[in-house]
Nanobody, 114 residues
Framework: VQLQASGGGSVQAGGSLRLSCAASGTVYSINSWGWYRQAPGKERELVADISNDGSTNYADFVKGRFTISRDNAKKTAYLQMNSLKPEDTAVYYC?????????WGRGTLVTVSS
């Protein structure tokens, strides 16, 4: 199973970006998805996750601004990021769990300028 993240880029504060993470190499839908991020000099942290039944969980610092979603038919997860702040600058990683096994995608860089 491979996860491919895309959609990162540079944006001004207050702007929006939509990240995508597509799974390949499996005929099954990913059970649960997550987005993590890692800023320079900081540890990787959970941003949001979504379970198989669609229930979601968000870090406090993105509540009300970011939305995680999934499209099982496309084996893809999304992270809609609105009202971006400079402190959201980080490499964003997608994470998927399938039958108990974890998979990570390569990161995509998000840069928010003030």
């Amino acid at each position: 199973v491979q996860l491919q993240a895309s959609g990162g880029g540079s944006v001004q504060a207050g702007g929006s970006l939509r990240l995508s993470c597509a799974a390949s190499g499996t005929v099954y839908s990913i059970n649960s998805w997550g987005w993590y991020r890692q800023a320079p000099g900081k540890e990787r942290e959970l941003v949001a996750d979504i379970s198989n039944d669609g229930s979601t969980n968000y870090a406090d610092f993105v509540k009300g601004r970011f939305t995680i979603s999934r499209d099982n038919a496309k084996k893809t997860a999304y992270l809609q990021m609105n009202s971006l702040k400079p402190e959201d600058t980080a490499v964003y990683y997608c994470y998927g769990r399938l039958w108990g096994s974890p998979y990570w995608g390569r990161g995509t860089l998000v840069t928010v300028s003030s």
